[in-house]
């Protein structure tokens, strides 16, 4: 498994931005993809973003395309996640996931074996 350790969670204005940060260690992540997802209080965690580190494609949930942005660096074996305009419903823990890339459904948390410990997000209005 990879070891995944998440940073930049904060208090937020409506409107404004953050930049979650996410190291990683314990595998090569060549053959891996990487995803972000959320977790509000009493809700379901939820698909937020998702990147393959060899090619970089990416994808986005609906409710944050446009708005978000994920990154990695493969010489920091980082992964990032800008979040601009931010919203009150985008409060929530955020937590960094990878796996293995295989054919499962990249958005469901079932489809990766490696977590995070979350940071929380929380967007004042």
């Known amino acids: 498994q990879v070891q995944l350790v998440e940073s930049g969670g904060g208090l937020v204005q409506a409107g404004g931005s953050l930049r979650l940060s996410c190291a990683a260690s314990?595998?090569?992540?060549?053959?891996?993809?990487l995803a972000w997802f959320r977790q509000a209080p009493g809700k379901e965690r939820d698909f937020v973003a998702r990147i393959t580190w060899s090619t970089g494609n990416t994808n986005y949930a609906d409710s944050v395309r446009g708005r978000f942005t994920i990154s990695r660096d493969s010489a920091k074996a980082s992964l990032y996640l800008q979040m601009n305009s931010l919203r009150p419903e985008d409060t929530a823990v955020y937590y960094c996931?990878?796996?293995?890339?295989?054919?499962?459904?990249?958005?469901?948390?079932?489809?990766?074996?490696?977590w995070g410990q979350g940071t929380q997000v929380t967007v004042s209005s």
């Open positions: 996931a990878a796996a293995p890339f295989s054919g499962r459904d990249y958005a469901t948390v079932s489809a990766y074996d490696s």
């Open positions: 314990g595998r090569t992540l060549s053959l891996y993809r």
